[in-house]
């Protein structure tokens, strides 16, 4: 950081590498005034997602509208290390998580937007934002999805070994 390094204000190192954390939970092990102590919470645990996951997510829902199904198969083919099983919880964990919180960013309160994709840009998002939290039929076609795939993946390993 040029601050930090310039001026020798190391504390600005500190901030800057500190995990993201809502520091509800307190401090284990102490009164919390051991400045010393780290907090056992963060964000991304909490979340169970990361937040270039997250930002993935945003992108691929705002910018490229897709729903769960589209998601989906972006994503395999993006993460391509994870299995099909993996990347489906994942899609479904956001869209359970999206379809309950989607209320709260109707609210427009003033803001500067320089980017395509601001989670906070609601100018031109028509999007409903009520949702049914189960998403029964696109779930079901990203389960029919993933095993199709690993039934694929299966079948050409013993391909290969023949």
Request: with cysteine.
């Amino acid at each position: 950081l040029w601050a930090a390094d310039e001026y020798n204000f190391g504390v600005l190192k500190d901030v800057a590498s500190a995990p993201p954390t809502a520091e509800l939970r307190p401090i284990e092990g102490g009164d919390g005034g051991d400045a010393t102590q780290e907090h056992t919470q963060t964000d991304e645990e909490d979340m169970g997602m990361t937040y270039e996951e997250l930002g993935l997510y945003g992108r691929l829902r705002k910018i490229s509208r897709c729903g769960p199904v589209s998601m989906y198969r972006k994503l395999c083919v993006t993460w391509s290390h994870l299995s099909p099983h993996d990347v489906a919880a994942k899609v479904k964990r956001f869209f359970y998580y999206y379809s309950i919180n989607r209320h709260k960013m109707c609210t427009i309160t003033p803001a500067y937007h320089a980017e395509a994709y601001s989670p906070d840009d609601n100018r031109f998002d028509l999007r409903q934002f009520l949702y049914p939290t189960s998403w029964k039929r696109q779930f079901a076609v990203i389960d029919a999805m993933a095993d199709a795939a690993c039934v694929d993946n299966i079948e050409h390993a013993n391909m290969k070994l023949n």
